[in-house]
């Protein structure tokens, strides 16, 4: 059992669900990434996903692809992103991390070398967005062996993929709220409620939800029928917005504390 | 040689379905139904009939008797696909996944293009079956390529301009897969190259099998056996594939696929994804990729928009790895000489994709006997690059 599995068990012995931010490592820079996931943490955050920027990113809408594309101004890689994980732990995180990344630097790093790193680096867990259960047969038997928890992703559409895909997972299953990319929305896939009780019914481990959640409302309604539910779009536009402000030394500490009171707000 | 791709859409190690799963149930939908349409004969005569009546195919396979002896004692002979309606070979592929889409009861359909050969082919096959067409084109491509912008309007298409990521050919790509995910339901994707998830690298070569078919038909006929080497530009791939794929167990039959160098393969400027790149995941599919060394890929870069790709269709990639097709890189420069010449020698103007494949054979062809027969896929006009050919040389010719 890894930290993420032990989290989610403290959770649900409190009856409590987990938040989970996503945020891009690198966004706007290293420095401040570790120290925007301390407030994170500090703001009531459970689990982080700690996104590698990647130049094609399929699954994400334009503020997930922006944020991409200011830390590779950076250089930042999966190994870069390894690091701000054992970084951020060092300066005091507790949670688990959760690294997610396209398939195509995994790849390059080699899975070998890749799987080592993860292992040494405080990784709980990961998410491949562009890997389906088809084409992750060798990554989910090295993640085992690893000790680190492959996330499946599915969808409203997935149907009757959804048992093969939940009914050998680990550490918790990822219900993509609705068809599209990452990004804010207003409104889910019909029938939402339904699909995640469909989920449920092939698996017993936790069941988060992500895609488009951004309010206080929604956070609060998907936590009554989830065990975790994920917001990354939302929170990379709040960094977004405060790039100005974390990049004066006079205004850093308001840029930060902005950052920290929107994911607070989320858990109100 | 085991027929590819297998059942998971993989040639060799290539290909696959690289997707997030909510593309999955769509992928797999769309396979089903082409399986289920390629089986039934009436599919098959509806393309047939409007590659026939509407596309003017079959093209000719003509002998190019001065540009043979102005390089030697080989025959040239060059597959007219630049004679097609829209002027390239991408109408082809476009008719017949359009002709996809009705049958799956789709009324919207969906492409990315880079130079807009291919967005025009979409645009034109929606208006003639009667269904709301959006192109996504980079932003930089739209403003390149205005009259091809305006030619998708005046069909009635809308173009959307792209301004994520290099603005270009791949991230037009992306942003027609993203909108297709939001979308699965009415919309269908009709991707313009040899490329992507299983099963459109299958489907798009089944689609533009037809050149190396009628190819095959043509040069029995007029030299009575096969030709010793069949010539094509590669940039996705899907002429190449579609001209290659019928000659496979024909061993006697050379195959050479010809992509971009750009500058040169030595600077960073050039498409040559064979020679220069590395395994990679890209749009879908494993395949060889210009990418860093982190597994970022890198903008390709070439005269001609439809070689200025950074991936490569997968079974290509699995036709290097046999070594049943070689590929061989030719540069802007080498291309613009072989397009002048073409037009000298024979009053044609190619497209600068195809002037790859001419210049190759400028290369080959001296070395070659009159026993030599070459075949050479002429796959578009170049009436579309005649603006940016001006550019490039300033206008004044030598």
């Known amino acids: ?268 | 040689m085991t027929q590819v791709p297998d059942e998971n859409g993989r040639f060799g190690k290539f290909g696959g379905r690289f997707v997030p799963e909510t593309l999955m149930n769509a992928l797999l939908e769309l396979e089903e139904s082409y399986n289920q349409n390629a089986a039934d004969p009436s599919f098959q005569e509806e393309i047939d009939y409007l590659l026939k009546q509407y596309s003017g195919r079959e093209t000719p396979l003509y002998y190019a008797e001065r540009l043979s002896q102005h390089l030697g004692e080989a025959k040239i002979y060059l597959k007219r696909e630049d004679l097609n309606h829209t002027g390239a070979h991408k109408i082809n592929n476009a008719i017949a996944q359009g002709l996809l889409a009705k049958r799956m009861g789709k009324k919207k359909v969906i492409a990315e293009t880079g130079a807009g050969q291919h967005g025009v082919a979409t645009a034109t096959v929606a208006a003639l079956l009667g269904m709301e067409c959006k192109v996504f084109m980079g932003e930089e491509d739209t403003k390149r390529q205005a009259l091809n912008v305006f030619r998708m309007k005046l069909l009635g298409a809308e173009v959307i301009p792209v301004t994520s990521g290099s603005r270009t050919l791949k991230d037009a790509g992306n942003e027609a897969l993203r909108y297709w995910v939001s979308n699965v339901d009415d919309t269908f994707y009709i991707l313009g190259s040899a490329v992507g998830p299983h099963p459109y690298p299958m489907m798009v070569r089944n689609f533009q099998r037809v050149i190396g078919d009628e190819t095959r038909r043509q040069i029995l006929e007029a030299e009575g056996r096969l030709p010793n080497i069949l010539v094509a530009p590669v940039g996705g791939g899907s002429n190449a594939i579609g001209m290659f794929y019928p000659f496979i167990e024909d061993k006697e039959v050379a195959m050479v696929g010809v992509e971009a160098a750009g500058k040169g393969v030595d600077t960073d400027f050039h498409a040559a994804t064979m020679t220069k790149g590395t395994h990679g995941v890209f749009q879908g599919s494993m395949s060889y990729l210009l990418q860093d060394q982190h597994g970022q890929v890198i903008e390709a870069h070439s005269i001609s928009a439809g070689l200025d790709y950074p991936g490569v269709g997968p079974e290509h990639s699995y036709l290097k790895d046999i070594e049943r097709v070689k590929y061989v890189p030719i540069s802007d420069q080498e291309a613009l000489d072989a397009l002048q010449l073409l037009c000298r020698t024979e009053g044609i103007i190619p497209a600068l994709e195809s002037a790859h494949a001419v210049a190759e054979v400028i290369k080959i062809a001296p070395k070659l006997t009159k026993d030599d027969i070459i075949v050479i896929c002429l796959s578009g006009r170049g009436d579309k690059d005649v603006e940016s050919i001006m550019a490039y040389t300033g206008g004044v010719q030598s």
């Open chain 1, 1 to 268: 059992m890894n930290l993420m599995d032990q989290t989610f068990e403290v959770l649900k012995s409190q009856n409590r669900t987990a938040l989970m931010p996503f945020l891009t490592v690198g966004d706007p820079d290293i420095e401040t990434t570790v120290e925007i996931i301390v407030q994170l943490e500090a703001a009531g955050a459970d689990i982080i996903e700690l996104g590698v920027p990647y130049s094609d990113p399929l699954a994400d809408g334009p503020v997930i692809q922006r944020a991409s594309q200011r830390a590779l101004k950076h250089g930042v890689t999966i190994r870069t992103v390894m690091e701000t994980a054992v970084k951020a732990r060092e300066s005091g995180v507790t949670m688990p991390f959760i690294l997610f990344t396209y398939f195509n630097p995994v790849l390059q790093m080699g899975l070998d070398l890749f799987f080592k790193e993860v292992q040494t680096h405080e990784i709980s867990g990961l998410i491949i967005p562009d890997l389906p259960i088809e084409e992750s047969e060798d990554i989910r038997r090295r993640a085992d062996e690893a000790g680190v928890s492959f996330i499946p992703l599915v969808a409203p559409t997935s149907n009757e993929r959804i048992e093969k895909i939940v009914s050998n997972a680990s550490g918790f299953v990822y219900c993509v709220s609705s068809l599209g990319v990452t990004g804010e929305r207003s409104s889910f896939h019909q029938g939402v409620e339904e699909f995640i009780q469909t989920v449920k019914k092939y698996t017993n481990i936790p069941v988060a939800i992500g895609f488009g959640i951004s309010t206080q409302e929604q956070v609060a309604h998907f936590s009554q029928i989830c065990d975790g539910v994920v917001v990354g779009s939302a929170i990379v536009r709040e960094i977004e917005s405060v790039i100005p402000l974390l990049n004066d030394v006079s205004t850093r500490q308001e840029g930060l504390l902005q950052i920290r009171e929107f994911v607070a707000q989320l858990k109100a």
